[in-house]
C-alpha cells in the first residue's frame, strides 16, 4: 500500500471519528446562528468565473481553482468557472440574483467549504470550511451587536469561554492618522505596519514606519498612545479629531449595545484590521490558548456594490471554525460505539437481521457480525473494537429454547432474555 | 436586477426554506446509517486526475469537470484535478490510503455533493448530492442484507412507505442467457435491451433483439417468461442451469435475510440493472408515486480493486435523495418562525439585546428589528412576516414601570410581563 493513492495535496479525507467531531463543531454553531433568526444559505461549489474576476485582489485571484471548459472547448484550456474563494462573493451575487424572494434585512449564515490555492502547510489547506454570519441591509448598530452577541454565543457553544472582543473602527483609525499628520495617502501603509506591533515589537515598527515616511518622533508618540494599558490618552486625543470622534462613538455604541457580555468586549486602539472594505466599527476576537483571532468582522457598508451587488449596508462576522477544530481535544460523543452487537453462530440469521431491524428502529446504534469466524471469542473480539456496550449470544441452544443470551461486554455479566422480549429486554439493559 | 448575475448553468442556489428540508432529509437518512453502524465519510471535492483517468466509462469521462493546473502552469491549460464524479471511486482511493486505519469490514456512508458536466435540464442538475451506503471486506450475504435493510429504513425515514425491492442477480441474468441461449458474447446488449421493456414495450424490443442477432422466436419466449405475472416459470428454468441456480439462489437467500421487511422485496427476473460491475445480488426500490428508482445497489465483489483500491469484495446501495427531494411537499418545520420578535422603541437598546440573548441562550429563536422605522405598526408587520409568536413591546411607559407588553401574534392579546421575570414569563407564553 505504499504507493497508494493520496488525496490532493492541501485536502484531508475525513475519517468518522473527525468527521463527526466537525459535523457536531458546525451543528452547534448552526443551531446558534438559527436562534439569532440568521437562515441558512447555500450557493455552489463554484461560480462564473465572470462573476469573480476583479472581485478578489491580486493575490487572491492567483489561488482561485479554476474549471476548465467542457466537451469540444476543454482543448481551448480556458476556464469559465472558479471554485468558490469565500462566501461573501457569491452572498453578493445571490442578494442579486434573489433580491426581492429575500428579507429585509437579509440575515444569513454559510457553512461550507471554500478552495484556496496556497501553498500546503502546516494548519494551512486548499480546502477548508468558512463560516460567515451576516446582516445585509440593515444600518442600525443593533444588526452590528446581534453579530457580536452570535459570534460570542457560537463561540460559547464551541467549548471557549475564555474570549475577549478587541473592538475598533474605521473612522477611530483614519481620526488616529489625522491626529498625528499622518498624509492620507500614507494611511493604509502605516496601519499595515502598526498592525505588526505586537508581533515585531515597537523598534521594527517605528523603523518600518520611518521608510514609510513617518518621523520617528510621531511613530514613537503615536505607538506610545495606542499601546498603552488604559486607553484613555487616545481616547482624548481622538475626541478632539472629528473622525476620531465619530469613530469613538461608533465603538462606544457597540460597546454600550454588547454590554451583556459582561466585560468580553472593550475598545482597542491598536486593533487595525483590513481597511480595505470596512466601512464602520471592527472587532477581532482573542481567546485563552489559541494562536491568532478565533473570528473577526466588522461593517461593510459599500462591499456588496463593490463586489457586484447591490447598493446596501452590510455587517457580519466569521468564526474561525477549522482553527478551533485544530485545538479541540476529542470528545467521547464523537465515538460512538455499538449499543448493540448481534454475533451470528449457527443460523437463524433472518431473525437475527429482523432482530437488528426492530433494535434499530427502536433508535439504538446496532452492528451485525459480518465476518466469516463462526468462533464466539473472535466475534467477541469484534464486538469489543467496535465499542459495543452488549452482544447478543444466539447459538443453536439459545435458538431452541426461544431466547438470547445478552453479554454486558464492560462486566462480562450475562443475561438470559427472552426472543419475544427482546427489544424491551435489550432496552432495560441498555438503561443498566 | 434583469441583468444580475445568476447560479452557473445546472446549479442552484438553496435559500433557507428549501435548504433546511434539503439538511433535514439528509440527516434522517445519516442518523438511520448511523444506527446500522455505518461510519460517515467526507472526501475531497476533488480528486487528483491520474487516480480517476480510466476510472469511468468514456461517456463520464467526458462529464468530469476538469480544474486547471495552478501558477505559471494555468497557462498550458493542462487539469490536474477533477470535481468528485461519485463517492465510490473516492471510496476505493480511500481504502488504498487508510487501508489499515480502518475497521474492517469497512461499513460507511458519504451523504454529500457531486458534479457531473451534463446538458442542464429539467430536473437534472450538474452539481447535486449523492447519498450512498456501502459494506467494504465482507462475503457475508448478511452484508447484502443489512444494506437492503438501512436503505429500506432511510426510505422509511424520508417519508417514503409504499416502496417494494426488485432483486435479481448478476448470475440469474447469465444463467437466463444461457437457457436462451444467447451467445455470451452478445449479453450486455441482449440485456441492455431488455431493460428498455417496460419503456418501450415487447415489439421495439423483440425488434432490436433482432438486430442483434436473437431470433424472434427466442426473444418472445424469454419475454413471455420474465414478463409473466408469476416468476414460477423462469424459476424452473434457472433453476436447471448452473449459473441460473446459483444466482436464483443468492436472490433467494438475500429474500430470506430480509423477510423482516414483510413482502417488500421480491424476485424480478426481468430487472436488469448494471452488468458492467455488479457481481452478485442487484436490487432496485420502486416507489408509488415516484417515476424511476428511488434506490438500488447491489454487490460488486471486483470494482474495488478495478478502481485502483485493494481486492476486497463489496455491497453497497445508493438513495435517490435528489428524486425524493424534488417530490417531497414542504413541511411547517422547514419554516421556522420566530419564537419572539423584539421592536424596537425609544431607547433601552442595550437592555433588549440582554433580553434577546437571555431568550436565545433558554434555547429561544429570536429576531430584533434591525429596520429604520419608530412606528410600532411597522415594526409589528415584520415580526407577523417573520412568522413571529410573540412580539415584545417596550416603549417609554414599559420601560418607565419596568415592564413589557408581550403580544401574542395570532390573536392579537397582549399581556404585561415584569423585567425581572422576562425569560421566564415568556417561556410560559409559548407554552400557551
Partial sequence: ?????????????????ELRRRKSAIAAVSDVFERYGFDPLETPAFERLDVVT?????????????????GVHETSGQADLALRYDHTVPLARVIGTHGSKLPSPFKRYAIGPVWRADRPQ???????????????GSHSPLADAEIVYAVAHALEALGIADFRFLVNSREALRGLLEVYGVEAALGDGVLATLDKLDKVGTEAVVAELAERGVSAAT???MIADIAADSPDRIRA??????????GL??????????????????????MVRGLDYYTGAIWEVEAAGYPGAVAAGGRYDRLV???????????????????ILAMREPAPEDEPGLDVALTVLDGGEADL???AHELRRSGLRVGTYLGSSSKLARQLKWANDRNARLAVIRGAGEQAAGEMAVRDMASGEQQRVPDADAVAGIQRLLRG
Avoid: H, W
Fill in 237 to 246: 486625543k481622538l475626541e478632539a479629531n472629528p473622525r476620531g470622534k465619530q
Fill in 305 to 323: 456594490a463593490a463586489l457586484g451587488g447591490p447598493d446596501v449596508p452590510a455587517v457580519g462576522g466569521s468564526v474561525g471554525i477549522e482553527r
Fill in 249 to 270: 462613538a461608533e465603538v462606544d455604541r457597540l460597546l454600550e449595545l454588547t454590554s451583556g457580555l459582561q466585560g468580553r468586549t472593550a475598545f482597542a486602539p491598536r
Fill in 54 to 70: 476583479g472581485k478578489y485582489g491580486e493575490e487572491a485571484a492567483s489561488l482561485l481553482f479554476k474549471i476548465l471548459r467542457r
Fill in 353 to 355: 437481521m429482523r432482530l
Fill in 1 to 17: 500500500m505504499g504507493q497508494a493513492a493520496q488525496a490532493p495535496s492541501g485536502t484531508r479525507d475525513f475519517l468518522a471519528d
Fill in 219 to 221: 511613530a514613537e508618540s
Fill in 122 to 136: 502546516e494548519g494551512r489547506f486548499r480546502e477548508f470550511v468558512q463560516c460567515d454570519v451576516d446582516t445585509v
